[in-house]
């Protein structure tokens, strides 16, 4: 635990990944609430039916579903932050090696939050009620993606690295 409060000090000592974070935040979850209208908001866009159907689905959903949604949305948000932010670092430090695997780690995380959405895109809505709770196995699995997924982050943002030695070149005769 004292790793993740290290890494979110350093992380968050710059205010703009608090922009990244929420940012991120609030797309997921306006991607959620808003994908089943999605030909409805194509069709007949207006703020006004943009607010009500983002207002019609939070009132709609049951508050163990709306608080997975939310509880995903906002880690999915602080691990695209941590991943930016290690990928700087790495950056920084010369390490692009590793830059593949935490690009990766960026879109691997915020899959579990859009697989309810999804699901009801691609017709597998029904599958969710075969399920003995409903979906809910699903959030609860990608709350527990997305924690461990913050660990592993904080770990490495936390871990310190030391720089191998400049090569000298040496004049061959």
């Known amino acids: 635990?004292?790793?993740?409060?290290?890494?979110f000090k350093e992380v968050y000592n710059q205010k703009k990944?608090?922009?990244?974070?929420?940012?991120?935040?609030?797309?997921?979850?306006l991607f959620n609430t808003l994908?089943?209208?999605?030909?409805?908001l194509k069709n007949e866009f207006s703020i006004h039916l943009f607010w009500a159907l983002i207002k019609g689905a939070v009132r709609n959903?049951?508050?163990?579903?709306?608080?997975?949604?939310?509880?995903?949305?906002?880690?999915?948000?602080?691990?695209?932050s941590m991943s930016i932010f290690l990928l700087r670092k790495q950056i920084v430090l010369g390490a692009g090696i590793g830059s593949s695997g935490i690009i990766v780690s960026i879109l691997a995380p915020a899959c579990p939050s859009c697989a309810l959405g999804l699901l009801s895109i691609l017709g597998l809505?029904?599958?969710l009620a075969v399920l003995p709770f409903k979906g809910l196995e699903l959030g609860f699995l990608g709350v527990i993606v997305l924690a461990f997924s913050i660990w592993f982050l904080a770990r490495k943002i936390t871990t310190n690295v030391c720089l191998p030695p400049k090569r000298s070149k040496r004049k061959k005769n």
């Open 35 to 40: 994908i089943n209208n999605y030909k409805l």
């Open 61 to 80: 959903v049951e508050p163990i579903s709306l608080l997975f949604l939310v509880l995903i949305s906002l880690l999915a948000g602080i691990v695209v």
């Open 125 to 127: 809505g029904g599958f």
């Open 17 to 29: 990944y608090y922009l990244i974070s929420g940012t991120i935040t609030a797309l997921l979850f």
């Open 1 to 7: 635990m004292n790793e993740i409060t290290k890494a």
